[in-house]
């Protein structure tokens, strides 16, 4: 079973930074596609970038630029930097990892913007 957990979340005034992190265990085969999604209030869970093991990066239209996703395939861990925060980034994120075609999901990690 693998397990997830998030990290980095939190309350930011617009234009700010955070970083959410993401660190995935319990498995000995590395993630084939590591992702953040997030959840706005009252709205359904949309992707915001995900991240092969080949080095295959996709982001939604609404962060790039301002977000960048990485991950360190010894430490099985996903990063998120996100930049130039919005009042429109606020949501709960969720990591995401897919192994031997299983999706799993982390806790979530809350992060606010203000304006």
């Known amino acids: 079973q693998v397990q997830l957990v998030e990290s980095g979340g939190g309350l930011v005034q617009a234009g700010g930074s955070l970083r959410l992190s993401c660190a995935a265990s319990?498995?000995?085969?590395?993630?084939?596609?590591m992702c953040w999604y997030r959840q706005p209030p009252g709205k359904e869970r949309e992707l915001v970038a995900r991240a092969s093991i080949s080095g295959t990066i996709t982001y939604a239209d609404s962060v790039k630029g301002r977000f960048t996703i990485s991950r360190d395939n010894v430490k099985n861990t996903v990063y998120l930097q996100m930049n130039g925060l919005e009042p429109e980034d606020t949501a709960v994120y969720y990591c995401g990892a897919t192994v031997l075609r299983a999706d799993y999901w982390g806790q979530g990690t809350q992060v606010t913007v203000s304006s």
């Open positions: 319990g498995s000995r085969i590395r993630p084939s596609a």
